[in-house]
Structure formats: C-alpha cells, structure tokens
C-alpha cells in the first residue's frame, strides 16, 4: 500500500516564535502565519537557507508583484491572503506529496540506480569515505529518517548538492548553491523576510533579466527536460533539480513512518556561467 505524505498540510516546515520555541507546519501553514514567525530553523544552515528558496519559489508564484506599486502593496498587508496560497494549492497539491507513485514531490528515478542508505542525502551524517568527526553515523548501520525530515534534507540536497563520481556514466555536479555565498535579507518576522527576497518582476527594474517561461520545477510536465543548464528565472533557480533522487519506503513501525533507502543519480546540469540566486 502506498504510503502518502502531503508536505501542503503536513507539519515539517520548522519555524522559530520570538521566544525561541520551535513549531512544524505544513508549507500552507507556515506561508499563512508567517507574520508570526520569526524565522525558519533548520538542522543545519543547509537546510535553513534550501527551505527559504523552497518557500520564496512559492510566494513568488502565487504573489510575485509587477512593480514597486504592488510590491508595497503586498507589504503593507503584513501576511500573505490564504485565500489565494489555498487555491494555488488547491490546484497543486497532487504534486506536493512525499511518496506520489507517479510524480513524488522534488523528486525522480535514475535509470537503473540501486537503492541505498538515506545517509548519503544528509549533509550532517558521514557516509561513504567521509571522515567520521562528529557524527557517528555509517552507512553499515545504516539511519533513518521521518518523513519531514527526509523532505527537509530533499530540498537541501537539491540545492547544495556537490559534484563528484556518481557510479554512472555521468558524474553529479554541484547543486545551485553548493559553490557560492548565499545573502538573506533578514526582517523581523518570516513574513518581512521573504517580502524582502522578493524581487518583483518588472523588465525594466529587474537586473537578472527573468526569462518566460518560468516556473517552479513542480508546475513543469518535465522538469529534467531542460536544455542548456540555465535556469529560466527565479522559480527555476529555486527549485532546480540537481539530483534525481526516489525515496523509498517508508516502513511503518511502532515509532511511525521511517525512510530508510532511495535511490539517486545525477540530474540536472547548471551552466557554469547561470546566474545562482
């Protein structure tokens, strides 16, 4: 039986209160109270900064404003309308689960990939030749993660993902953020933040020079079908798929749901010359 996980309504998202206190919600959830949040709160810096472009991607698509009028707009309204993230999610939610058999969520297989450990998707556990400081996780002993986690650590892999020998004829190469330094500007609640890493979409005021059309990779019939290695905006760089990674599982046990195994192999290539944002 498949096992469904809709990351729209399912509490994974981490976000931190003024005082501190750590709550997870669903992407719906934490986009709506944003203004109530001071920021999101990751396990690793990683995870952090891939969750603001995961939620940046949607924010822009659903509220992305046509100059400064709009964007002030937007602004002055101190939270985002629900009405509006609901019907876009509404519409998308089909493409928001975890474990969809057809097109899971950040998700797609490599032909002829084994599966394997789930440790070699997070960034903080050791896996492979990699020296084993302060985690002690191995691959022999294998770990598992729930499934908010193992989605947190998707998007992270997606987005800082490094290059090296994939066991296949194509090499991995480094996510969208792996090789740079990545800004945030930061206001004082997650609403503000995103508002303020939100560009707005004008020709003539925006200096990347978005090119149409684009659209986060959720939205995209196929999204590993892209030629060149550039991105084609913003929503693309946000959501680009650097790896072809397939959960498996999960296996259900007295603790819950635990991710165990996937699959993964090279995805997309990014243009050296892209402009990451």
């Not at 629900?82 to 519409?91: G, I, Q, S």
């Not at 987005?159 to 296949?168: I, P």
Request: aromatic share 10%; hydrophobic share 40%.
């Amino acid at each position: 039986m498949t096992y469904h996980y809709d990351l729209i309504s399912e509490p994974w998202v981490p976000c931190v209160t003024d005082d501190g206190r750590m709550e997870e919600l669903g992407l719906r959830d934490a986009l709506v109270q944003a203004h109530r949040f001071r920021e999101l709160g990751g396990e690793s810096p990683l995870v952090s900064a891939a969750l603001y472009r995961l939620l940046l991607a949607v924010v822009h698509r659903v509220f992305g404003p046509e100059g400064r009028d709009a964007w002030a707009e937007l602004w002055a309204r101190k939270c985002w309308d629900a009405a509006a993230l609901d019907a876009y999610f509404a519409r998308w939610r089909h493409r928001f689960d975890l474990f969809d058999e057809d097109r899971p969520f950040f998700q797609a297989s490599y032909p002829g990939a084994k599966p394997k450990s789930i440790i070699s998707l997070v960034h903080h556990m050791a896996s492979g030749n990699n020296p084993v400081l302060f985690d002690h996780h191995t691959e022999t002993d294998g770990a598992s993660l729930s499934p908010a986690e193992a989605a947190r650590a998707l998007v992270a892999a997606q987005s800082f993902g490094l290059g090296g020998l994939s066991g296949f004829p194509e090499k991995f190469t480094d996510g969208s953020c792996a090789r740079g330094v990545l800004f945030l500007v930061v206001g004082d609640t997650l609403f503000e933040t995103l508002m303020l890493n939100m560009p707005y979409r004008s020709k003539e005021d925006d200096p990347l020079g978005l090119e149409k059309p684009d659209m986060p990779c959720w939205e995209m019939d196929d999204p590993l079908n892209l030629d060149g290695g550039r991105p084609y905006g913003l929503q693309d760089r946000y959501t680009w798929l650097n790896r072809r990674v397939r959960l498996l599982g999960p296996d259900i046990g007295p603790s819950g749901p635990r991710v165990r195994e996937m699959t993964w192999g090279p995805g997309l290539r990014l243009d050296e010359k892209a402009v990451t944002q």
